[in-house]
């Protein structure tokens, strides 16, 4: 058995997971971000104990422990470089935890842990080399080639989100203009959406948005399965953003498939499947062998445990 530590910006979920991914026990709590990493750690050791307590799980057989980080990691190191939303700067976790675990510790980008827990038990485990991309508030991205991931010379590869897709473009919280996350992220569509129904009262986008008191990456899908213009104008010109960067990935790394995660994912065949056409119609077009298969992620909130875990897996 091992354990899985997935520290997001609001939540830290830890599982006891099996070495066939399946999840034996698990628990979660906020994590009041930021405060000082002490606590913290204190927070997840704690939980820990008391999980393995309630499940009866001795201790002792916990045979080591992953742990997903939202920022930059150098996996080799062990360091976690800089987490923005959680405050942490330098904090050398794998040494900190082995000491205090006596268990062997294993780092990663939460992105990376979540592609590796889909491609060895989720959507893309027949596929050694794939890229996992999650649409949310950015875009979150993690590359497995030859069944591991890469993570660059540095540990930080795999920021696909941030690359340049439009010269000059929006100005992105990195720094740079005309980021991929700033057209195609989830966020991105809700800005979007919220703008167009303001311009254009007639559009059904604002009874949808009345009926749930609230505008989403969802609100644009439902209303061009109504039929409504404005809203089919938003999805094409949305699909066409993340397909853009999905080609820039085929001409970069080809990968045999793309494992799309975040509840935009969830829109199933009016998301999936024009991405389908549309990358694969530039694979041929451009005599490019072979197709690139793109499929809905199937883990969700579990792919980051689970791939912590796998990060010590023998």
């Known amino acids: ?21 399946r999840i034996l026990a698990s628990t979660s709590f906020k994590t009041r971000a930021p405060r000082p990493y002490e606590e913290i750690e204190k927070n997840i050791f704690d939980a820990i104990n008391s999980l393995c307590q309630k499940e009866s799980i001795d201790c002792n057989t ?4 992953g742990i997903g980080v939202p920022g930059m990691v150098n996996s080799k190191s062990g360091i976690v470089l800089r987490a923005s939303n959680l405050g942490w700067v330098g904090i050398d976790l794998e040494k900190r935890f082995s000491k205090l675990s006596h268990k062997i510790v294993k780092i990663g980008n939460d992105a990376n842990c979540a592609a590796l ?7 893309g485990k027949q596929y050694d080399d794939c890229v996992f991309i999650t649409f949310g508030t950015g875009i979150g991205t993690g590359l497995i080639i030859n069944g591991k991931i890469y993570d660059g010379y540095g ?14 473009g929006e100005e992105c919280a990195c720094g740079n203009k005309g980021c991929w996350e700033r057209y195609a992220s989830a966020s991105a569509l809700t800005r979007r959406t919220e703008m167009m129904a303001k311009q254009n009262p007639q559009s059904k986008l604002n009874n949808i948005i009345a009926k749930y008191k609230n505008v989403s990456a969802v609100t644009a899908f439902e209303a ?21 960067g999905l080609i ?23 998301f999936i499947q024009p991405l389908n056409h549309r990358v694969n119609k530039f694979v041929q077009d451009n005599n ?25 897996m023998d």
Do not use: W
């Open 155 to 168: 540990g930080t590869a795999g920021e696909c989100g941030h690359m340049v897709i439009v010269k000059d």
């Open 1 to 21: 058995m091992y354990i899985g530590i997935d520290i997001g910006g609001t939540n830290i979920k830890i599982g006891i997971i099996t070495k066939l991914g």
């Open 117 to 123: 827990a889909e491609q060895k038990f989720g959507g």
């Open 288 to 312: 490019i062998y072979p197709q690139v298969e793109v499929k809905k992620a199937i883990l969700g909130n579990t792919a980051g445990m689970i791939g912590a875990a796998s990060l010590v």
């Open 224 to 244: 061009a399965r109504q039929n409504d213009e404005i809203g089919k104008q938003l999805v094409d010109e949305y699909i066409e953003y993340v397909s853009i």
């Open 248 to 270: 820039n990935l085929i001409q970069i790394l080809h990968p045999q498939a793309f494992i799309i995660g975040g509840g935009v994912s969830n829109e199933g065949k009016d």
């Open 62 to 65: 916990i045979k080591g422990i």
